[in-house]
């Protein structure tokens, strides 16, 4: 059978030929909650796989993130949990480093046993979603920032993460650290290990920052002309950056706000727009006056969020990041050069002019964010939306004065998504009910549990 995904037989032959010391390789299908889920198979495997994909439970997509199924997405006794076929994806297949016996590593999407897609797969969501600008003529492309920390693996007295200590001498700080070149030298080589890790794997990891929170640090990647290759560079970098510090002894931690006294992490997405003779469509005809086609997809964008949010704050954890002046967008404004905005029109040479989607956690799916972002920014063409006015200044005090046509909440966020006809269109009806049911079962899963917090504050008060 032919691939449906577009993988041949001679990538997984020529692999092998290329590296006789691999003795097994991870098969991996991103959920929605951008878990990889899947199998390690032996060498001799491989080939077969190539040749005629691997079968694995239509469940596998319909798990929540504990991985228990979720009946209401329909994908598990509905369905029989019957067997559909996974394909590699092309480009994807490549050595781990540092693996003892050496593996190496491929992802892969769902697809029926006819070979036509699985639609609650989150990476073909975003290809129809490149596909339908395709059509149009307009081909993204971007990059995704990541933000994570780096955390010690036991607990301090209060049973708080703290950060970990410095790997290359145990040193210890719990200051913020912003910018600070010294302080990225205590990781050293851990660092060191992921560049190495991501030079194997051909993804274009640059460069380091020591963010705004003890232990918080960022990971930037080099601008892709093919979005989805930029959303499998995310993916595939957090599986670096967590195999990394499990092999150094620390934890990286991907919670969106995992410290509650400083800033959050973010997945901010850069993106632009070329048409068929490669010119970007973003860049201004004339100095001082920005594209139409900018504003119209800066319209879309804001006009959408409020519906979207679910998407780029998933879980309820994600919702603690949204804190006025903590780098974290409160409202759906726009701005030149400002932080304070959901989103942000960076500085810079024009003929590179691109728009920085900031809402999203560490925590969301990338193959979700970026196919609700192309969705977006595809409404505002076609629609001709209007962003409104530019956002100067504070951005934050200035919401506190206009409002926010945001959610306030998880449950606000899951409710607004489930009604949204143009989240529907953006991941396709399937993976909508997939997506906003597991969110659901997820919901109801915090909001029973007692937690700690509850006998603090009212065992002995009530």
């Given amino acids: 059978m032919t691939s449906p995904s577009g993988s041949t037989v001679d990538e997984a032959k020529a692999f ?22 899947g199998k390690i198979i032996r060498r001799h495997e491989l080939l077969g796989f190539y040749e005629g994909g691997r079968h694995l439970p239509i469940s596998i997509l319909g798990l929540d993130i504990t991985g228990e199924d979720v009946h209401e997405t329909g994908l598990i006794w509905d369905s029989g949990d019957g067997d559909l076929r996974a394909w590699p994806i092309p480009g994807t297949l490549k050595p781990l ?22 639609t609650s797969d989150p990476r073909l969501a975003l290809r129809r979603q490149v596909e339908r600008l395709a059509e149009k003529g307009l081909h993204p492309a971007g990059a ?52 190495a890790a991501a030079k194997a794997q051909d993804i274009p990891a640059e460069t380091v920052i020591s963010e705004y929170a003890p232990g918080q640090y960022e990971l930037t990647l080099h601008y892709r002309k093919d979005i989805m290759r930029a959303a499998d560079d995310l993916v595939l970098l957090k599986r670096i950056v967590r195999m990394a510090a499990r092999r150094h002894g620390v934890t990286a931690c991907f919670m969106a706000k995992p410290i509650e006294r400083y800033a959050g992490s973010g997945m901010h997405l850069h993106v632009s727009l070329s048409d068929d003779d490669g010119r970007n469509v973003f860049t ?9 086609m900018l504003l119209h997809a800066l319209g879309g964008l804001a006009a ?14 994600s919702w603690r990041r949204f804190v006025s002046q903590s780098y974290a967008p409160v409202a759906p404004s726009w701005g030149v050069n400002n932080r304070s905005v959901a989103l942000r029109v960076p500085a ?18 990338p193959y979700l964010v970026a196919a609700t972002v192309l969705a977006g920014i595809a409404k505002g063409l ?3 939306l209007d962003p409104g006015p530019e956002t ?25 998504a489930k009604a949204s006809e143009f989240l529907k269109q953006a991941l396709g009806e399937d993976l909508h009910r997939t997506f906003t049911e597991i969110k659901h079962a997820e919901y109801l899963r915090v909001a029973r549990t007692v937690s700690e917090l509850d006998y603090h504050l009212y065992l002995h008060e009530v």
């Fill in 144 to 195: 995704f920032e990541l933000e994570f920390f780096l955390l010690a693996n036991e607990r301090d007295a209060d049973g708080k993460v703290q950060p970990a200590l410095a790997v290359l001498d145990g040193r210890r700080s719990g200051k913020t650290e912003v910018y600070s070149v010294d302080h990225l030298h205590g990781m050293e080589p851990l660092f060191s290990d992921i560049y």
């Fill in 392 to 416: 100067t200044g504070n951005g934050y005090a200035q919401t506190a004065s206009t409002g926010t046509a945001m959610p306030p909440d998880w449950r606000s966020a899951i409710e607004a």
């Fill in 16 to 37: 092998l030929d290329a590296h006789p010391e691999i003795e097994a390789i991870d098969i991996v299908l991103t959920d929605v909650n951008g878990i990889g889920r």
């Fill in 284 to 292: 201004e005809a004339r100095e001082g006056e920005w594209s139409p």
């Fill in 348 to 365: 810079g040479d024009a003929k590179n002019r691109r728009l920085e989607h900031r809402p999203s956690g560490v925590d969301a799916n």
């Fill in 97 to 118: 480093f540092g693996t003892l016996p050496p593996r190496g590593q491929v992802l892969m999407s769902m697809y029926h046993l006819d070979g036509t897609p699985m």
């Fill in 382 to 384: 076609d629609e001709q």
């Fill in 304 to 317: 959408t969020m409020a519906e979207s949010m679910l998407v780029f704050a998933p879980h309820a954890n």
